[in-house]
């Protein structure tokens, strides 16, 4: 029996990257899926391929900074599925337009701040009245080293993770009594399609990860490790996975 059989779980960004890899994962592991993603095709063709290994995977074209098409999504994802045990709020990213505060358009600022922290505060916002509904599980964020860290040349994306790692803080505190888990995991340089046409070799970050930048393949353990009933002591955490940068 997979480690996460019978777990019904909802994941942004699902179409590529980490999402994408976590979201294979999941499956593998016995997960129901819900997967959202602006990315359209690319989006239901996953779950086309975790359909035809036996899976169930329910696909979504989800913005995730809407909240009306956020709503909706975990409405189709429990009336699918009859409840929810796992979110898993993976969307986000930057663009080439990010930069230092006093440089960068105000336009780009208000973009990341509305992918990655105002699409996890909806995430939570819709999810968590379904995790309680069911009795409890598992929110996972998804976080950055730049939010850890000081870093230079992308302070719009900074500032959107070090708002999530805040509020995962904060939601673990305040849902513990209902048996839900909020935690963060904080990548590093993980080598997707995006990071690739984005980092140059000589960034610094990574000059800063002794182990070398990662795979998505390698987070995804992580994800599924933090959606099992394995991390049911563990809450409020921001986990690192960065091939340790943060400690250079």
Same mark, same amino acid.
């Given at each position: 029996?997979?480690? $996460?059989?019978?777990?019904?779980?909802?994941?942004?960004?699902?179409?590529?990257?980490?999402?994408?890899?976590?979201?294979?994962?999941?499956?593998?592991?016995?997960?129901? $899926?819900?997967?959202?993603?602006?990315?359209?095709?690319?989006?239901?063709?996953?779950?086309?391929?975790?359909?035809?290994?036996?899976?169930?995977?329910?696909?979504?074209h989800?913005?995730?900074?809407?909240?009306?098409?956020? !709503?909706?999504?975990?409405?189709?994802s429990?009336k699918?599925?009859d409840?929810?045990?796992?979110?898993?709020?993976?969307?986000?990213?930057?663009?080439?337009?990010?930069?230092?505060?006093?440089?960068?358009?105000?336009?780009?600022?208000?973009?990341?701040?509305?992918l990655?922290?105002?699409?996890?505060?909806?995430?939570?916002?819709?999810?968590?009245?379904?995790?309680?509904?069911?009795?409890?599980?598992?929110?996972?964020?998804?976080?950055?080293?730049?939010? $850890?860290?000081?870093?230079?040349?992308?302070?719009?994306?900074?500032?959107?993770?070090?708002?999530?790692?805040?509020?995962?803080?904060?939601?673990?505190?305040?849902?513990?009594?209902?048996n839900?888990?909020?935690?963060?995991?904080? =990548?590093?340089?993980?080598?997707?399609d995006?990071?690739?046409?984005?980092?140059?070799?000589?960034? =610094?970050?990574?000059?800063?990860? =002794?182990?070398?930048?990662? !795979?998505?393949?390698?987070?995804? =353990?992580?994800?599924?490790? $933090?959606?099992?009933?394995?991390?049911? !002591?563990?809450?409020?955490?921001?986990l690192?996975?960065?091939?340790?940068?943060?400690?250079?």
């Amino acid at each position: 029996m997979g480690r $996460l059989e019978g777990k019904r779980a909802l994941i942004t960004g699902s179409a590529s990257g980490i999402g994408r890899a976590a979201a294979k994962l999941f499956a593998k592991e016995g997960a129901r $899926l819900t997967l959202c993603d602006i990315k359209l095709e690319e989006n239901n063709g996953l779950a086309e391929e975790i359909r035809s290994t036996g899976g169930e995977a329910l696909p979504i074209h989800t913005d995730v900074g809407d909240p009306e098409a956020m !709503q909706t999504a975990f409405e189709r994802s429990i009336k699918a599925f009859d409840g929810l045990d796992v979110i898993y709020n993976n969307a986000g990213g930057a663009t080439s337009n990010d930069g230092r505060i006093t440089e960068i358009e105000l336009e780009e600022f208000w973009h990341a701040i509305r992918l990655n922290l105002f699409g996890t505060v909806l995430g939570c916002r819709y999810g968590i009245p379904h995790l309680v509904a069911s009795g409890g599980g598992s929110v996972i964020n998804t976080a950055s080293i730049r939010a $850890l860290i000081g870093t230079a040349g992308a302070d719009a994306y900074t500032s959107a993770k070090g708002g999530i790692t805040a509020l995962t803080r904060a939601l673990a505190l305040q849902w513990a009594h209902a048996n839900i888990r909020v935690n963060a995991i904080s =990548p590093g340089v993980i080598l997707t399609d995006r990071v690739r046409q984005l980092l140059s070799d000589d960034d =610094p970050i990574r000059a800063k990860t =002794p182990l070398g930048p990662s !795979q998505p393949e390698e987070v995804a =353990p992580l994800a599924v490790y $933090l959606a099992s009933d394995e991390s049911r !002591q563990v809450t409020g955490a921001i986990l690192p996975m960065d091939g340790g940068a943060g400690v250079v």
